[in-house]
């Protein structure tokens, strides 16, 4: 059953596109609750055949959204939450990396105090299955940890049953 959340995905590099691409084919989310800036090219080809919310830019994405799906590779990561800090407030943001140096700490070093934070840090077992762990600050309310853990959970079973 899909959640009943408004989302934006946010971001660059290699994930970005299969996470567009999971919540849809994986109805994690009814489309039109998708919200994606039309400049992110690479999130409106994954989007392409569904009816999601195009927004002029990625703040304007991030202003209709709960929660915001920021993924990029370590490098980028300080430059797309620096992009997004000052519109997150009130909002949960989910930082999706396949290193586990971008945990909690360097999150909350580069975005508003008063958001709710959740490291998504990305792993590959001993057969190759992309799999996530999670670090959730205190402040995420109770009702949203499950809705962002189906998000990024849907990319990785995507992408396992890609190979």
Same mark, same amino acid.
């Given at each position: 059953?899909?959640?009943?959340?408004?989302?934006?995905?946010?971001?660059?590099?290699?994930?970005?596109?299969?996470?567009?691409?999971?919540?849809?084919?994986?109805?994690?989310?009814?489309?039109?609750?998708?919200?994606?800036?039309?400049?992110?090219?690479?999130?409106?080809?994954?989007?392409?055949?569904?009816?999601?919310?195009?927004?002029?830019? +990625?703040? !304007?994405?991030?202003?209709? #959204?709960?929660?915001?799906? &920021? =993924?990029? %590779?370590?490098?980028?990561? *300080?430059? +797309?939450? !620096?992009?997004?800090?000052? #519109?997150?407030?009130?909002? &949960? =943001?989910? %930082?999706?990396?396949?290193? *586990?140096?971008?945990?909690?700490?360097?999150?909350?070093?580069?975005?508003?105090?008063?958001?709710?934070?959740?490291?998504?840090?990305?792993?590959?077992?001993?057969?190759?299955?992309?799999?996530?762990?999670?670090?959730?600050?205190?402040?995420?309310?109770?009702?949203?940890?499950?809705?962002?853990?189906?998000?990024?959970?849907?990319?990785?079973?995507?992408?396992?049953?890609?190979?």
């Amino acid at each position: 059953m899909p959640q009943n959340v408004m989302v934006s995905v946010v971001g660059e590099g290699e994930y970005l596109p299969h996470l567009v691409r999971a919540i849809l084919v994986k109805e994690v989310i009814p489309p039109r609750n998708l919200f994606l800036s039309m400049k992110n090219a690479a999130a409106c080809q994954a989007a392409a055949g569904y009816e999601v919310s195009l927004c002029e830019d +990625e703040q !304007a994405a991030v202003i209709k #959204s709960e929660i915001v799906l &920021v =993924v990029a %590779s370590k490098r980028e990561m *300080a430059t +797309e939450l !620096a992009k997004i800090s000052s #519109s997150s407030q009130k909002r &949960v =943001v989910v %930082s999706v990396c396949d290193k *586990a140096s971008i945990d909690l700490d360097y999150v909350s070093e580069r975005i508003a105090a008063a958001t709710e934070l959740i490291a998504a840090v990305l792993h590959r077992d001993e057969q190759g299955r992309l799999y996530a762990t999670y670090a959730i600050s205190p402040r995420v309310r109770l009702f949203l940890h499950q809705p962002c853990r189906d998000l990024v959970d849907a990319m990785c079973a995507l992408c396992n049953e890609q190979g």
